[in-house]
């Protein structure tokens, strides 16, 4: 079997499973199973693939069509700068959070060392993010599962970038600052919506990483106290849900609360300055 029949092949089996974006999918496993990147697929299209590259090939496509997300599939997934390890411990990292780092960069720009507690850091996308492009930045990730909290450290050690790990439950407060900047992408999706969600998520990826009611609110209560004066809480939220965060924020005592949309258009993040 050729590269190109690898893909068409691919293609048809993950159309047919339900898959949202089956060429891009299976370009994404061809590449995987050749070492090379997408572009260098069309290059490759009357390459033969080995008898042990086909069988891996539908090995990785029988968990595809099982709906399992691509990320986990291939063990790794980019975010920003970063190429970091994925697995059902911990959510895929997702492009709506790559702009909850735009904005925290944003704030901490011009300060040169300053400390930030990512709350519910599961793979440490937002921690490591931070970590690499704001050097000077002193960054700690909590995380009240020691499942995800093991995938983070593995992503710290490959990336090689210095983030304390704590495990913590964010319901019982946040760990004494004062803190510059406070972040979190916390659970949000409510038990009533699960089932309306992709397979992908709803089966796949963590419940107690994606299900929780009063998450938020215990963030933005609790990052009052462990932020600086002056310091910022920046909120990612679910679709529709900006409007209400953003009101939660002022009557807690937040000023210049603002929102921003995602690379979608959604209203996504939600953030605040500490008095």
């Given at each position: 079997m050729t590269t190109g029949e690898a893909l068409a092949h691919a293609t048809t089996r993950l159309e047919a499973a339900g898959c949202d974006t089956p060429r891009v999918d299976a370009e994404f496993l061809v590449s995987h199973i050749l070492?090379?990147?997408?572009?260098?697929?069309?290059?490759?299209?009357?390459?033969?693939?080995?008898?042990?590259?086909?069988?891996?090939?539908?090995?990785?496509?029988?968990?595809?069509?099982?709906?399992?997300?691509?990320?986990?599939?291939?063990?790794?997934?980019?975010?920003?700068?970063?190429?970091?390890?994925?697995?059902?411990r911990v959510l895929v990292p997702r492009p709506e959070t790559e702009v909850v780092v735009e904005r925290c960069l944003a704030l901490l720009q011009g300060a040169e060392a300053p400390r930030v507690l990512d709350v519910g850091t599961g793979s440490?996308?937002?921690a490591l993010a931070l970590a690499d492009e704001h050097r000077g930045a002193r960054v700690t990730g909590l995380d009240d599962s020691p499942e995800a909290l093991a995938v983070a450290r593995e992503n710290a050690r490959r990336t090689d970038l210095a983030v304390d790990l704590l495990e913590w439950d964010l319901f019982s407060g946040l760990p004494v600052g004062p803190w510059d900047l406070v972040v979190s992408n916390p659970p949000y999706v409510r038990p009533d919506e699960i089932a309306r969600l992709e397979p992908e998520v709803r089966t796949w990826e963590p419940r107690e990483a994606l299900v929780g009611e009063g998450a938020t609110e215990a963030v933005a209560d609790a990052a009052r106290d462990a932020l600086r004066p002056g310091g910022a809480l920046v909120l990612e939220v679910a679709d529709g849900d900006a409007g209400r965060v953003a009101e939660l924020l002022r009557g807690l005592g937040y000023d210049a609360v603002t929102v921003t949309k995602d690379l979608a258009g959604c209203d996504r993040v939600v953030e605040g300055v500490s008095t």
């Open positions: 070492g090379v990147n997408r572009s260098a697929l069309l290059a490759a299209g009357t390459t033969e693939l080995s008898l042990h590259d086909s069988a891996e090939l539908e090995r990785l496509i029988a968990r595809r069509e099982g709906r399992e997300p691509l990320a986990y599939v291939l063990g790794d997934w980019g975010f920003r700068r970063l190429t970091l390890a994925v697995d059902s440490g996308a937002i």
